[in-house]
């Protein structure tokens, strides 16, 4: 059974870096998924982030691409988020996220982490 | 970026009854990439339809997905009481967009 948990602080000042691990349970981050972070804010509504694969190939969505940086570790077998110069419009909770199966199109979220609500202010 | 207009907001039926709501995109969803997702309060979105009429594994024969180019709906044919959530359907044709949700409420 896979299961994903994220971790990370809750309370992120304006214009500091927001970073987020998901540890990943029941799977190995090696397989050929795709791994990804999607966030859910009142405002906003549910919004993908980005995706990665252990080879490294990362997708992410536009909007945010010039201030996201996702990478793996394979040896402790999760993967991160970093969104830089975060404002009050990134509050959010962030869930981790894995691809449903390998025949399946990477956008097709199978799995979810709890979620983590990481809030900006100062 | 396809933007997806999910309608109606909430919808309110008895346990029994059919519920249809739909996702319209503001431009073609190519090759079926369209997908569905339940999330139920303080859980996270559960996948319920890829493909854009693909069961997910363990999903219920009563959900069921339909539709084309702009015009997609998730039909619940015979409403559960724990099928009380709200319901995002999600295109993957042009970047990777969500709707707003449409809530289901069981009388």
């Known amino acids: 059974q896979v299961q994903l948990q994220e971790s990370g602080p809750g309370l992120v000042k304006p214009s500091e870096t927001l970073s987020l691990i998901c540890n990943v349970f029941?799977?190995?981050?090696?397989?050929?998924?795709?791994w990804g972070w999607v966030r859910q804010s009142p405002g906003k509504g549910l919004e993908w982030i980005g995706t990665i694969r252990q080879s490294g190939t990362t997708y992410y969505n536009p909007s945010l691409s010039s201030r996201v940086t996702m990478s793996v570790d394979s040896s402790k077998n999760q993967f991160s988020l970093k969104l830089t110069s975060v404002t009050a419009a990134d509050t959010a909770l962030y869930f981790c996220?894995?691809?449903f199966g390998s025949g399946s199109h990477p956008a097709v979220l199978g799995y979810w982490g709890q979620g983590t609500l990481v809030t900006v202010s100062s | 970026e396809i933007v997806l207009t999910q309608s109606p907001g909430t919808l309110s039926l008895s346990p029994g009854e059919r519920a249809t709501l739909s996702c319209r995109a503001s431009?073609?969803?190519?090759?079926?990439?369209l997908a569905w997702y339940q999330q139920k309060p303080g859980q996270a979105p559960r996948l319920l339809i890829h493909?854009?009429?693909s069961r997910a594994a363990g999903i219920p024969d009563r959900f069921s997905g339909s539709g084309s180019g702009t015009d997609f709906t998730l039909t619940i044919s015979r409403l559960e009481p724990e099928d009380s959530a709200v319901y995002y359907c999600?295109?993957?044709?042009?970047?990777?967009?969500f709707g707003q949700g449409t809530k289901v409420e069981i009388k």
């Open positions: 029941g799977d190995s981050i090696t397989n050929a998924y795709y």
């Open positions: 996220t894995r691809q």
């Open positions: 431009q073609s969803v190519t090759n079926s990439y």
């Open positions: 493909a854009v009429s």
């Open positions: 999600q295109q993957y044709a042009n970047s990777w967009t």
